[in-house]
Protein backbone atom coordinates (compact mmCIF):
# COMPACT_ATOMS: atom_id res chain seq x y z
CA UNK A 1 0.00 0.00 0.00
CA UNK A 2 1.13 3.84 -1.23
CA UNK A 3 2.19 6.00 1.69
CA UNK A 4 -0.08 8.17 0.56
CA UNK A 5 -2.90 5.47 1.53
CA UNK A 6 -1.89 4.23 4.85
CA UNK A 7 -2.06 7.89 5.99
CA UNK A 8 -5.42 8.80 4.65
CA UNK A 9 -7.21 8.51 8.10
CA UNK A 10 -3.97 10.64 9.89
CA UNK A 11 -3.14 13.10 7.81
CA UNK A 12 0.23 15.16 8.69
CA UNK A 13 0.25 17.85 11.52
CA UNK A 14 2.53 20.86 10.48
CA UNK A 15 3.69 22.29 13.65
CA UNK A 16 5.62 25.08 13.16
CA UNK A 17 4.64 27.59 10.50
CA UNK A 18 4.19 31.36 9.38
CA UNK A 19 1.25 31.20 7.16
CA UNK A 20 -0.55 34.10 8.65
CA UNK A 21 -0.19 36.55 6.52
CA UNK A 22 0.57 40.27 7.79
CA UNK A 23 2.36 39.60 11.27
CA UNK A 24 6.18 38.54 10.90
CA UNK A 25 8.24 37.44 8.16
CA UNK A 26 6.09 34.70 7.13
CA UNK A 27 3.43 35.11 4.24
CA UNK A 28 2.58 38.94 3.45
CA UNK A 29 -0.19 38.90 1.62
CA UNK A 30 -3.69 37.03 1.89
CA UNK A 31 -3.16 35.82 -1.62
CA UNK A 32 0.18 34.64 -0.11
CA UNK A 33 -1.21 32.79 2.60
CA UNK A 34 -4.03 30.96 0.83
CA UNK A 35 -1.24 30.13 -2.13
CA UNK A 36 0.65 28.13 1.28
CA UNK A 37 -3.13 26.93 2.35
CA UNK A 38 -3.51 24.82 -0.70
CA UNK A 39 0.13 23.88 -1.23
CA UNK A 40 -0.02 22.36 2.29
CA UNK A 41 -3.68 20.73 1.72
CA UNK A 42 -1.99 18.87 -1.48
CA UNK A 43 0.96 17.85 0.28
CA UNK A 44 -1.36 15.84 2.75
CA UNK A 45 -1.07 18.42 5.51
CA UNK A 46 -4.22 19.01 7.23
CA UNK A 47 -4.02 20.23 10.68
CA UNK A 48 -1.67 23.29 10.85
CA UNK A 49 -0.60 25.35 14.14
CA UNK A 50 0.50 28.84 13.07
CA UNK A 51 3.08 30.26 14.87
CA UNK A 52 4.34 33.58 14.18
CA UNK A 53 7.35 35.23 15.50
CA UNK A 54 7.16 36.45 18.79
CA UNK A 55 10.63 38.40 18.37
CA UNK A 56 12.03 41.52 18.62
CA UNK A 57 12.84 42.16 14.37
CA UNK A 58 10.53 39.60 13.19
CA UNK A 59 7.63 40.80 14.70
CA UNK A 60 5.65 40.37 17.73
CA UNK A 61 2.12 41.12 16.98
CA UNK A 62 -0.49 41.19 19.96
CA UNK A 63 -2.39 38.51 21.09
CA UNK A 64 -5.06 40.12 19.80
CA UNK A 65 -4.11 40.75 16.61
CA UNK A 66 -3.05 36.96 16.11
CA UNK A 67 -6.43 35.90 16.94
CA UNK A 68 -7.90 38.48 14.50
CA UNK A 69 -5.76 36.77 11.39
CA UNK A 70 -6.17 33.72 12.40
CA UNK A 71 -10.08 34.26 11.78
CA UNK A 72 -8.99 35.08 8.11
CA UNK A 73 -6.50 32.23 7.95
CA UNK A 74 -9.61 29.62 8.99
CA UNK A 75 -11.96 31.51 6.21
CA UNK A 76 -9.29 30.68 3.71
CA UNK A 77 -8.67 27.01 5.20
CA UNK A 78 -12.49 26.35 5.20
CA UNK A 79 -12.57 27.82 1.18
CA UNK A 80 -10.44 24.81 0.31
CA UNK A 81 -11.68 22.26 2.50
CA UNK A 82 -13.57 21.63 5.40
CA UNK A 83 -10.80 19.11 6.80
CA UNK A 84 -8.14 21.45 6.38
CA UNK A 85 -7.89 22.84 10.60
CA UNK A 86 -5.34 25.76 11.81
CA UNK A 87 -4.66 26.87 15.15
CA UNK A 88 -2.44 29.10 16.67
CA UNK A 89 0.69 29.23 18.63
CA UNK A 90 3.76 31.37 18.81
CA UNK A 91 7.27 30.42 18.06
CA UNK A 92 9.16 32.69 20.87
CA UNK A 93 12.49 33.54 20.60
CA UNK A 94 13.55 32.97 24.34
CA UNK A 95 14.91 36.34 26.45
CA UNK A 96 14.05 37.07 30.17
CA UNK A 97 10.83 38.31 29.69
CA UNK A 98 9.54 35.66 28.15
CA UNK A 99 8.50 33.24 30.64
CA UNK A 100 6.28 35.71 32.32
CA UNK A 101 4.58 36.90 28.97
CA UNK A 102 3.46 33.47 28.71
CA UNK A 103 1.94 33.16 32.10
CA UNK A 104 0.50 36.32 32.06
CA UNK A 105 -1.29 35.51 28.45
CA UNK A 106 0.94 38.22 26.60
CA UNK A 107 2.87 35.54 24.48
CA UNK A 108 0.90 32.68 23.14
CA UNK A 109 1.05 29.49 24.14
CA UNK A 110 0.56 26.51 21.56
CA UNK A 111 -3.03 26.55 20.73
CA UNK A 112 -3.89 27.63 25.10
CA UNK A 113 -2.41 24.26 26.09
CA UNK A 114 0.97 24.07 28.29
CA UNK A 115 2.96 23.58 25.09
CA UNK A 116 5.44 26.21 24.15
CA UNK A 117 7.60 26.70 21.03
CA UNK A 118 10.88 28.10 21.90
CA UNK A 119 14.03 29.49 19.67
CA UNK A 120 17.10 30.50 20.55
CA UNK A 121 19.97 32.75 18.84
CA UNK A 122 21.96 29.72 16.54
CA UNK A 123 24.91 30.96 18.38
CA UNK A 124 23.63 30.89 21.99
CA UNK A 125 26.09 28.36 23.96
CA UNK A 126 24.18 24.77 25.13
CA UNK A 127 24.45 26.52 28.61
CA UNK A 128 22.18 29.45 28.19
CA UNK A 129 19.64 27.63 25.97
CA UNK A 130 19.82 24.49 28.69
CA UNK A 131 19.22 27.49 31.35
CA UNK A 132 16.31 29.28 29.33
CA UNK A 133 14.29 25.91 28.92
CA UNK A 134 14.66 25.17 32.61
CA UNK A 135 13.21 28.61 33.33
CA UNK A 136 10.28 27.97 31.34
CA UNK A 137 9.55 24.52 32.58
CA UNK A 138 9.78 26.28 35.90
CA UNK A 139 6.84 28.33 35.24
CA UNK A 140 4.97 24.91 34.19
CA UNK A 141 5.55 24.91 30.09
CA UNK A 142 5.95 21.87 28.35
CA UNK A 143 8.87 23.22 26.03
CA UNK A 144 9.19 22.60 22.57
CA UNK A 145 12.55 22.97 21.24
CA UNK A 146 12.33 24.50 17.48
CA UNK A 147 14.01 23.24 14.52
CA UNK A 148 17.03 22.27 17.13
CA UNK A 149 19.38 21.03 13.86
CA UNK A 150 20.19 24.53 13.36
CA UNK A 151 21.89 24.95 16.99
CA UNK A 152 25.75 25.01 16.41
CA UNK A 153 26.26 23.75 20.24
CA UNK A 154 23.57 21.03 19.62
CA UNK A 155 24.94 19.95 16.73
CA UNK A 156 28.47 19.47 18.23
CA UNK A 157 27.15 16.38 20.77
CA UNK A 158 24.35 14.36 20.29
CA UNK A 159 25.19 13.71 24.49
CA UNK A 160 23.95 17.15 25.36
CA UNK A 161 20.92 16.70 23.18
CA UNK A 162 19.91 13.31 24.83
CA UNK A 163 20.47 14.95 27.88
CA UNK A 164 17.76 18.29 27.00
CA UNK A 165 15.07 14.90 26.29
CA UNK A 166 15.77 13.35 29.71
CA UNK A 167 14.89 16.94 30.85
CA UNK A 168 11.38 16.56 29.22
CA UNK A 169 12.08 18.62 26.62
CA UNK A 170 10.83 17.90 22.98
CA UNK A 171 12.58 18.31 20.11
CA UNK A 172 11.39 19.91 16.68
CA UNK A 173 13.19 19.49 13.68
CA UNK A 174 12.40 21.21 9.92
CA UNK A 175 10.83 19.10 6.92
CA UNK A 176 13.35 20.53 4.85
CA UNK A 177 16.22 18.92 7.04
CA UNK A 178 15.07 15.87 6.92
CA UNK A 179 15.19 15.66 2.80
CA UNK A 180 18.83 17.50 3.14
CA UNK A 181 17.27 20.96 1.26
CA UNK A 182 18.97 22.79 4.15
CA UNK A 183 22.63 21.06 3.36
CA UNK A 184 24.14 17.68 3.84
CA UNK A 185 25.17 18.51 7.59
CA UNK A 186 21.74 19.47 8.97
CA UNK A 187 20.18 16.31 7.25
CA UNK A 188 22.98 14.15 9.05
CA UNK A 189 22.81 15.71 11.89
CA UNK A 190 18.70 15.17 11.92
CA UNK A 191 19.44 11.76 10.72
CA UNK A 192 21.01 10.64 13.99
CA UNK A 193 18.59 12.03 15.84
CA UNK A 194 15.71 10.12 13.82
CA UNK A 195 17.81 7.19 14.48
CA UNK A 196 18.19 7.78 18.27
CA UNK A 197 14.51 8.59 17.94
CA UNK A 198 15.08 11.71 19.49
CA UNK A 199 12.60 14.11 17.48
CA UNK A 200 9.34 14.73 19.18
CA UNK A 201 7.50 16.80 16.24
CA UNK A 202 8.39 17.85 12.38
CA UNK A 203 7.46 21.18 11.30
CA UNK A 204 7.26 22.51 7.76
CA UNK A 205 8.96 26.20 9.20
CA UNK A 206 7.65 27.58 5.67
CA UNK A 207 7.22 31.28 5.33
CA UNK A 208 6.32 31.96 1.87
CA UNK A 209 5.04 29.56 -1.41
CA UNK A 210 8.17 29.80 -3.25
CA UNK A 211 11.98 29.54 -0.79
CA UNK A 212 10.54 28.03 2.33
CA UNK A 213 6.95 26.12 0.93
CA UNK A 214 4.58 24.25 3.23
CA UNK A 215 5.69 20.73 2.22
CA UNK A 216 6.02 17.85 4.19
CA UNK A 217 5.19 14.27 2.42
CA UNK A 218 8.60 13.69 0.72
CA UNK A 219 10.12 14.27 4.56
CA UNK A 220 7.58 11.42 5.85
CA UNK A 221 8.06 9.42 3.04
CA UNK A 222 12.11 9.68 3.80
CA UNK A 223 11.39 8.57 7.94
CA UNK A 224 8.88 6.06 6.85
CA UNK A 225 11.59 4.04 4.67
CA UNK A 226 14.38 4.42 6.93
CA UNK A 227 12.92 4.55 10.52
CA UNK A 228 9.41 2.66 10.10
CA UNK A 229 5.68 3.38 9.84
CA UNK A 230 4.76 3.68 13.62
CA UNK A 231 7.76 6.37 14.45
CA UNK A 232 6.69 8.37 11.22
CA UNK A 233 3.24 8.34 12.63
CA UNK A 234 4.17 9.44 15.71
CA UNK A 235 6.50 12.02 14.60
CA UNK A 236 4.44 13.53 11.66
CA UNK A 237 0.87 13.31 13.47
CA UNK A 238 0.53 11.37 16.72
CA UNK A 239 2.64 13.41 19.19
CA UNK A 240 1.58 16.69 17.73
CA UNK A 241 -2.21 15.53 18.27
CA UNK A 242 -1.98 16.47 21.77
CA UNK A 243 -1.65 20.30 21.33
CA UNK A 244 -4.78 20.17 19.64
CA UNK A 245 -6.53 19.54 22.53
CA UNK A 246 -7.18 22.32 24.55
CA UNK A 247 -6.31 21.97 28.54
CA UNK A 248 -8.17 25.12 29.12
CA UNK A 249 -11.15 26.21 27.46
CA UNK A 250 -11.57 29.83 27.27
CA UNK A 251 -13.69 31.98 24.22
CA UNK A 252 -11.57 34.09 22.26
CA UNK A 253 -11.48 37.62 24.12
CA UNK A 254 -9.69 35.64 26.90
CA UNK A 255 -6.30 36.26 28.27
CA UNK A 256 -5.14 33.46 29.98
CA UNK A 257 -3.54 30.33 27.58
CA UNK A 258 -1.50 28.73 29.66
Known sequence: MAFQEKYQMERFVDTHCHIIFGVDDGAQTPEEMQKMLRMAYEDGIRYIIATPHHHPRRGRKAPGVLRKQLKIAREEAAKISDRLRVYLGTEVYFGQDAPEGLREGKILTMNRTNF?????????TYEYICQGLQQLQMKGFEVILAHVERYGCMCKSLEDV??????????????????????WRMKRFTRQLLDRRLVFCVGTDAHDAQKRPPRMRAAAEYVTKKCGEEYARRIFFSNARMMLKKKKREDESGKSNA
Open 116 to 124: VLVEFSHSD
Open 162 to 183: EHLTHMGVRLQVNADSITGENG
